[in-house]
Nanobody, 124 residues
């Protein structure tokens, strides 16, 4: 079993930065793909970014490319999402996710474990 706990959300103005953290317990992140999803009010949960099982590759959705950076520190069993140049449309609950095995992580169906979510609100 894996427990994922997000932190770092908050209320910021457009153009500001935030760094989200996701701490894992129960199993280590090592050798599992992990990532971030978000869900805005009234919308479907959507993929944001992910790290491959070996921590070497990262990929993200087009709307955050160049602004968000995903990273993972396997020695601390913690994953991060650095969010710069935030926009009001980034407002959502952000969820940490993990998948058993080595396949990619890009849809909700890929996810085996979810965190409880952290709210990010960007004001204009």
């Amino acid at each position: 079993q894996v427990q994922l706990v997000e932190s770092g959300g908050g209320l910021v103005q457009a153009g500001a930065s935030l760094r989200l953290s996701c701490a894992a317990s129960g199993r280590t992140f090592t050798h599992y793909p992990t990532g971030w999803f978000r869900q805005a009010p009234g919308k479907e949960r959507e993929f944001v970014a992910a790290v491959s099982w070996n921590g070497i590759s990262t990929y993200s959705t087009d709307s955050v490319k160049g602004r968000f950076t995903i990273s993972r520190d396997d020695t601390k069993n913690t994953m991060y999402l650095q969010m710069n140049s935030l926009k009001p449309e980034d407002t959502a609950v952000y969820y940490c996710a993990a998948r058993l095995g080595r396949a990619g992580l890009q849809t909700q169906r890929d996810v085996d474990y979810w965190g409880q979510g952290t709210q990010v609100t960007v004001s204009s």
